[in-house]
């Protein structure tokens, strides 16, 4: 599963060196490698869980009331989790617990700018879900940055971070 941005040179085989992350020098797997697709979804769906029980608990969240605005609670939420999170932490709850951190493509924290681009540009959900040859969505590269796997296996689901080297 790729996207249209993949173009031509689209990843057709599965070399020693065609893997999620090797354009941008980053080991096959292990720590420091790309967070892989299933990782990633597993961080956010915990990350969704917990923002609409904030929104629930704080800001009065109910499905199904008022007009309709009130949906965006717990995207407001999310947006802020992932700007205080990230800028301070370098993981959300979520990340942390599937064992993720986000770093710039030169390996440092980013800083705020990049970390609200990021951020809102996962609120808007499409450029999250179009991805470029080594897994990064739109909203990574322009914020130049990429989700990284940490050092002690976090408590993914066996093929959840695409152990196949795929990334996909």
Excluded at 40 to 69: E, H, K, N, P, T
Excluded at 70 to 96: C, I, Y
């Amino acid at each position: 599963m790729g996207s249209w941005l993949d173009g031509p040179r689209a990843r057709t085989s599965t070399g020693p060196d065609d893997y999620a992350g090797a354009r941008l020098g980053l080991p096959r797997e292990g720590p420091g490698s790309l967070g892989r697709f299933g990782r990633r979804l597993v961080a956010l769906l915990v990350d969704w869980a917990m923002c609409l029980l904030v929104a629930s608990l704080v800001l009065g969240f109910r499905y199904g009331d008022g007009d309709g605005s009130d949906g965006l609670r717990p995207l407001l939420v999310l947006l802020v989790e992932n700007v205080v999170l990230l800028a301070t932490l370098g993981s959300t709850f979520g990340q942390r617990l599937v064992g993720l951190q986000l770093r710039r493509l030169d390996g440092g924290r980013p800083g705020l700018l990049p970390v609200v681009v990021r951020s809102v540009l996962l609120c808007i959900a499409v450029p999250a879900l179009v991805w470029d040859r080594d897994g990064r969505g739109l909203h990574d590269k322009a914020a130049g940055t990429m989700l990284l796997r940490t050092g002690g296996r976090a408590s993914a689901p066996d093929g959840a971070d695409g152990a196949d080297g795929g990334g996909r």
